[in-house]
């Protein structure tokens, strides 16, 4: 239902839309919290959200250096899926999609979740066989997939090259019909108005300039807007993760990345579902304004800037009119960089680290925006009980010092060190 009566919406739209109260507060920090969430982004956010609601914390700060919504939240293709062949990460993102599909009832705010299908595409027989492979695991975990010869792929996206000359020749493909897309900034605005309607504060414009450590346990954080003290600390911050990790002296398995997007003008419907391909590293999706979402692989060099270099988005654009020679026709409109926290394994961080009280979310390579409610759940219930939450007890970080490294290859495009 809305929050609004009829006679509201009326008023503010007579009005030029100008009497439209905040969708959550903008306190001044408190002395203290009893857990203070580092990043409000998706991940943040959705931590705070589940704090509050599933576990009833009631001393919850979400400090964020910028605005709700600028930073990687903001900044990705939009992918949702659970396509993973690896049991700890099906388990983890399936739970995940599973929250999706109830995540605007749950907020109570349209976060456009739209089941349009995910397809794989396969360019050769050997492809094919991973396809196949991946598709029983995925079944045996009770994950829907299907595998499609090239007449299947053709009803899912005609306006693909499905000829035999073309540059990367397509012989069938994956389907996970439950997959799709959701709008990535909605997602950050449900979670921040349920978020502080539970009472938490989200404070904008604070950045965390230190980690107060004594005698091994986090005590507090220095920002931008004075000291806070807290008895936890959980770090999600996207792209940042080993920066802050080092106001901690912790040096972490990650490496920090660029990955670029863009988008063409808006035109009418012409991609159906959400198209991927390993060979390529090339994915392709088309918003609900019409526009043309166009993604690739990261620009390997690590860095922690948002403007990445014009050669990889010729590469992309080139890899995209292989795959749909159409899209040569179309102009692009813009293009962002989101940053990556490329964990050893490809896959993410998840639990405590060897400072007490300082608990780590981070290393999503590029299964971040996807994992939303999943990471915040169980980030939620780590933050909230000191244990991890089954579904992430396997992302610990004491898995790379033990050699329990989670190694999915093929679940999306695989960073050079692999």
Not at 80 to 108: C, H, I, M, P
Not at 301 to 324: D, K, N, W
Request: with cysteine.
């Amino acid at each position: 239902m809305s929050r609004y009566s009829a006679f509201e919406i009326a008023r503010n739209a007579l009005s030029g839309h100008k009497r439209w109260p905040l969708a959550w507060r903008s306190p001044e920090p408190r002395r203290r919290y009893d857990v203070v969430i580092v990043g409000g982004g998706g991940h943040g956010l959705a931590t705070a959200y589940y704090l509050a609601k599933v576990h009833g914390l009631k001393s919850i700060a979400v400090v964020e250096r910028g605005w709700i919504g600028g930073g990687n939240v903001g900044r990705n293709t939009t992918i949702v899926r659970s396509n993973y062949r690896l049991q700890e990460n099906q388990a983890f993102y399936d739970f995940s999609l599973k929250l999706w599909e109830g995540l605007t009832l749950d907020l109570n705010f349209n976060v456009m979740f739209s089941q349009r299908g995910v397809l794989f595409l396969g360019h050769s027989d050997a492809d094919m066989n991973h396809l196949a492979e991946r598709g029983d695991a995925m079944r045996h975990a009770g994950i829907d997939a299907e595998l499609l010869d090239i007449g299947g792929v053709r009803r899912m996206a005609p306006m693909l090259d499905l000829s035999r000359s073309a540059r990367f020749p397509i012989v069938g493909g994956l389907l996970q019909g439950r997959g799709g897309t959701a709008r990535h900034d909605a997602v950050a605005w449900g979670y921040a108005r349920a978020a502080d309607a539970l009472g938490v504060d989200i404070i904008q414009n604070c950045e965390v300039t230190g980690l107060n450590v004594q005698s091994g346990r986090v005590a507090g954080l220095q920002t931008s807007r004075g000291y806070i003290e807290a008895g936890r600390v959980g770090l999600s911050v996207a792209g940042s993760t080993s920066r802050l990790a080092a106001m901690a002296d912790l040096k972490l398995p990650i490496e920090s990345h660029l990955l670029q997007a863009f988008v063409s003008e808006p035109v009418k419907p012409m991609i159906n579902t959400v198209i991927l391909s390993n060979l390529i590293h090339c994915y392709l999706s088309q918003s609900d304004k019409g526009e043309v979402v166009i993604g690739g692989d990261l620009d390997f060099h690590p860095s922690y800037g948002q403007r990445g270099s014009p050669a990889r988005i010729q590469e992309v654009a080139g890899q995209a009119i292989a795959m749909m020679p159409a899209l040569s026709r179309l102009r692009m409109l813009r293009c962002w960089g989101g940053v990556m926290d490329m964990s050893m394994d490809g896959s993410p961080i998840i639990g405590e680290t060897p400072v007490e009280g300082l608990y780590l979310n981070g290393g999503w390579c590029y299964g971040g925006f996807k994992a939303t409610p999943a990471a915040g759940w169980t980030f939620a219930h780590t933050l909230a009980t000191g244990e991890p939450h089954p579904l992430n007890a396997p992302f610990n970080l004491a898995r790379f010092e033990q050699g329990r490294l989670i190694d999915e290859k093929g679940a999306g495009p695989t960073p050079q060190w692999h």
